[in-house]
């Protein structure tokens, strides 16, 4: 193996990475104003692809407009999870909210299921399957598209943090209580952190969509999703795109080193270990805030 292979590998991997950080920033969105990991941030991904082909093959829009839509569909679709499932549980302990947005991954997988069926669906998006060449390297259009992409969010969303309504959510994630008394909608916030989580979930469906066609298997990218996003630190934005960018390099280039040798799997198993791992030494993560409290 020489030192071209590995470069290909690393950079195809850093792109792939970047591509899981957008899953990774939406568990981040909701994170920040309920301390909650959303386990249907996944469901919520592959979903935001099927309404893309809803508009793109049912409807007739251009992708140009389908794309568009779904975001506001899905916009719309995050608001409505806040409002009927979890504003109930104001007050109940997090673990029941924890369960509340896994018994959503479950119900919203089941209905795709139901009305979709399990046929892998291609979601054609006008990028080519031809490679870019950087010099003597190959590497996946595809992935530089979802790239670009994910870093455009990343500043997007790092501008919108600067807004007044930005502040008011960066207020709501730091304290419930102190920021109901000053007169802040904390509902509003929250309902706020879903819709640009679902938004930002649709990107994701889309783009993973269009490389391995639209089925039940995108609730996965929730594993990857939820591993950059611990890594990094649950309330760090920079941090999702820092992890995801290291994550997808090791992967990549231990797949590359191991498959050949352990028959494949190894991205799978770089992805538990990296989890578990981040956890057990340092469970805020890379670049998340260390709350210590005096008990």
Known sequence: MDLYYFLELGINGALAGLMYSLVAMGLVLIYKSSSVPNLAQGALTMVGAYVVLVFADTVGAPMWAAIPLAMLTMCGVGI???????????GRPIVMILMMTLGLDIFLRATTMAIGGGTARPLNIGISDDPLFLGPLLLNRAYVVGAVVALALFVVLLLFFRTRRGVVLRAISDDYTASW?????VERGVALSWALSSM??????VLWGSIQGVDQSLSLLLLKGITVAVLGGMDSLGGAILAGIGLGTLEAVAAGVLDPLLGGGTRELVVALVLILTIMVRPHGLFGRHDIERL
């Open 80 to 90: 409505g999870i806040e409002r009927v499932a979890l504003r109930r549980l104001a």
């Open 181 to 185: 008394s000053v007169g802040i909608s």
């Open 200 to 205: 930002v979930a649709t990107a994701a469906g």
